[in-house]
């Protein structure tokens, strides 16, 4: 079984209600180890947008990185998202960050993440189950935590 770390977001509607169901909706297909706490943050990249619920995710799945992009983005559709433009607020975001040690770059998919060292909304919380769990990339995580402890962010733990 692979480990995949999926990053989840809500800033629109019952946030929390989305993020939950989008777990619910993972985990029928995808074995759930762990979850962060939940973060909220501003929208990355954008102004006067309502701040998002972030939370990542830790999961076992014998799917193919393809398989899980698409069952990813049948959740997204099932729970109402529909725009598709990477600035705009959505009632669910979900996002494969890794995928076991897999590179892939391709149109629809580049894992790891191409972003995820610049979001402290993925970097914080991913930390936080990496470090319970010990298991995937703590030490490298270490210089990007550090980054984010210097800057403005509004980063808070809501739970």
Do not use: A, C, W
Not at 52 to 80: A, C, D, M, Q, R
Not at 129 to 155: C, G
Request: hydrophobic fraction near 35%; proline fraction near 3%.
């Amino acid at each position: 079984m692979e480990d995949v770390i999926i990053s989840i977001g809500s800033n629109l509607g019952s946030r929390e209600y989305f993020l939950d169901n989008s777990i619910k909706l993972l985990s029928r297909k995808l074995k759930f180890i762990t979850s962060s706490s939940t973060y909220e943050t501003e929208g990355y990249g954008v102004d006067n947008h309502p701040n998002y619920l972030n939370k990542i995710i830790y999961f076992k799945t014998n799917l193919s990185f393809i398989s899980l992009l698409n069952h990813t983005k049948k959740i997204e559709k099932k729970l109402g998202r529909y725009n598709k433009n990477d600035l705009t607020p959505r009632v669910i975001d979900i996002d494969i960050i890794f995928f076991g040690d897999k590179r892939v770059y391709r149109k629809n998919l580049v894992l790891p993440h191409k972003q995820f060292q610049d979001r402290s909304f993925v970097i914080i919380p991913f930390y936080e189950v990496d470090k319970v769990q010990k298991k995937i990339l703590s030490k490298k995580f270490k210089k990007f935590l550090k980054r984010y402890r210097d800057l403005n962010y509004f980063l808070r733990d809501i739970i």
